[in-house]
């Protein structure tokens, strides 16, 4: 090589070093948005059914708005438990489609259906003692016995509706979970049609109020289960797995292992959820219209939090992929660029949210309750900060999971949640004249601590990869 062409190498070394980290990032974008999207799409598909059973129960008033809540209350207190044991069957049938077992995929999803069926038996406790237990932590009579209605309706769904969650889990571990998602999409006009009928009357259906609301929800459920199973069942490429064989015989070893992954993250759904839940108790303390301007708020963080727990998710896959190749650069690129994407995603929709919070206030319930929407719109305007957050831990968890770093984030959860986010609202709601307005800053800054120590327990555990 002569001295000019080492000159002209030499000159393009720097130019070279400087595109790679703008390639690596551009490539690493696309691969979590060709990850993220089928998920995020599925989740919002699954939340626009709850929004919509609100929505059609908010024309009937405020006392069934703080029904629906307190019912959401009870009954997500046990299905978020089932929840948590559900979602250990794709990463079970994920190894075993990875070592090319499909034998042990079709026993990962079947053990996961048999430990929804022991499970959701003492679980409907809850939801069928509704009124009992709502009343015994202070709450209005009426929106107990209410509660209690809709409650008769819902809980007859857990079951299905946690199988369905065994077969999603058994599909994205095969790489097809687009059956999911088709699904999903289908059931949200169905939804729909069916809470208007049961809810109000029409055709000749009586009107079934909170009750026929809850029973819709229900038959909602066991229909998508019904379709996926049929997939999984019929459909290529699950028909070679013969998802029904042996599915009488019972797994003890298997299902002992699906408990020992599914556990951790039952309590960690519970630790987030449960705060959300007992916030929803303080606000029946404080009046019915704030618990009802409270559930709609929440369902508008519950709706933008699906887009970045999708990214979440894709940000496991990412930080696996990576770790596998003992790649620290790309560990770090991988969740840097997700929790990137959440942030540009969130701040976009709270400056939307910001601007149109009184209109969404009337969406959900009329014109005719004027203070509630103000509180609506008030507790829309503080959740600026809590929608950024949120969707930053829910991104930075999924990294950590991606590194098998669960445990710690469990301890951070329990201190942000309940000694951080738990004891300033009820000082700032019961202390403090904000009342409501305080139980939503308590939130806030329960959930960015949470977001905070993710982040830098990410960073150390990326600087250490590095060394």
């Known amino acids: 090589m002569t001295s000019t062409e080492n000159i002209e190498r030499a000159s393009m070394a720097p130019r070279v070093a400087a595109r790679a980290p703008s390639h690596h990032l551009r490539a690493e974008l696309a691969e979590t948005l060709r990850l993220a999207v089928?998920?995020?799409?599925?989740?919002?598909?699954?939340?626009?059914?709850?929004?919509?059973?609100?929505?059609?129960?908010?024309?009937?008033?405020?006392?069934?708005?703080?029904?629906?809540?307190?019912?959401?209350?009870?009954?997500?207190?046990?299905?978020?438990?089932?929840?948590?044991?559900?979602?250990?069957v794709a990463p079970l049938a994920a190894q075993a489609f990875g070592a090319r077992d499909p034998r042990m995929v079709r026993r990962s999803l079947r053990v996961g259906l048999w430990a929804a069926l022991f499970i959701t038996l003492p679980l409907m406790v809850l939801p069928f003692r509704g009124e009992q237990i709502l009343l015994a932590l202070g709450q209005a009579p009426t929106a107990a016995q209410l509660a209690q209605q809709y409650l008769f309706g819902l809980a007859w769904g857990m079951l299905p509706a946690?199988?369905?969650?065994a077969i999603r889990g058994f599909m994205s571990a095969v790489n097809r979970p687009e059956p999911v998602l088709w699904i999903t999409l289908a059931a949200i006009p169905a939804n729909a049609l069916l809470v208007y009928f049961l809810l109000y009357g029409a055709f000749g259906v009586p009107p079934l109020g909170l009750f026929g609301a809850g029973l819709a929800t229900s038959i909602v459920n066991l229909a998508t289960f019904l379709a996926g199973l049929w997939f999984a069942y019929r459909r290529p490429p699950f028909r070679k797995y013969q998802v029904l064989g042996r599915v009488w015989r019972l797994d003890w070893p298997l299902m002992r292992q699906l408990v020992i992954v599914g556990a951790p993250i039952s309590v960690s759904f519970l630790l987030e959820y449960g705060l959300f839940g007992a916030a929803g108790l303080l606000m029946g303390l404080i009046s019915t219209a704030a618990l009802a301007a409270h559930q709609i708020a929440l369902q508008i963080a519950a709706i933008l939090f699906m887009v970045p727990f999708g990214i979440g998710m894709a940000a496991t896959v990412r930080v696996v992929h990576a770790v596998g190749r003992a790649d620290a650069p790309a560990v770090r690129r991988a969740g840097l660029v997700a929790t990137g994407l959440g942030i540009a995603f969130m701040s976009v929709m709270t400056l939307l949210v910001i601007l149109g919070r009184f209109a969404?206030?009337?969406?959900?319930?009329?014109?005719?309750?004027?203070?509630?929407?103000?509180?609506t719109a008030s507790l829309l305007l503080v959740g600026s900060t809590f929608f950024i957050a949120d969707g930053v831990q829910t991104v930075a968890a999924g990294?950590?999971?991606?590194?098998?770093?669960?445990?710690?984030?469990?301890?951070?959860?329990?201190i942000s949640y309940w000694l951080i986010g738990f004891t300033s609202a009820c000082l700032l709601g019961f202390l403090t004249t904000l009342g409501a307005v305080g139980i939503w800053i308590g939130l806030s800054a329960g959930t960015a601590a949470y977001a905070l120590l993710l982040i830098l327990r990410f960073r150390l555990l990326t600087s250490r990869l590095a060394v």
């Open 38 to 88: 089928p998920m995020a799409l599925t989740q919002l598909g699954q939340i626009a059914m709850m929004t919509t059973d609100l929505a059609f129960i908010g024309r009937l008033g405020d006392e069934a708005v703080a029904a629906a809540a307190l019912a959401g209350t009870v009954y997500f207190v046990s299905f978020t438990f089932g929840m948590g044991l559900m979602s250990a």
């Open 162 to 165: 946690l199988w369905f969650i």
């Open 360 to 375: 969404i206030a009337e969406i959900f319930l009329g014109e005719a309750a004027e203070a509630t929407a103000q509180l």
């Open 399 to 414: 990294a950590l999971r991606g590194m098998n770093d669960t445990r710690l984030p469990l301890v951070f959860a329990t």
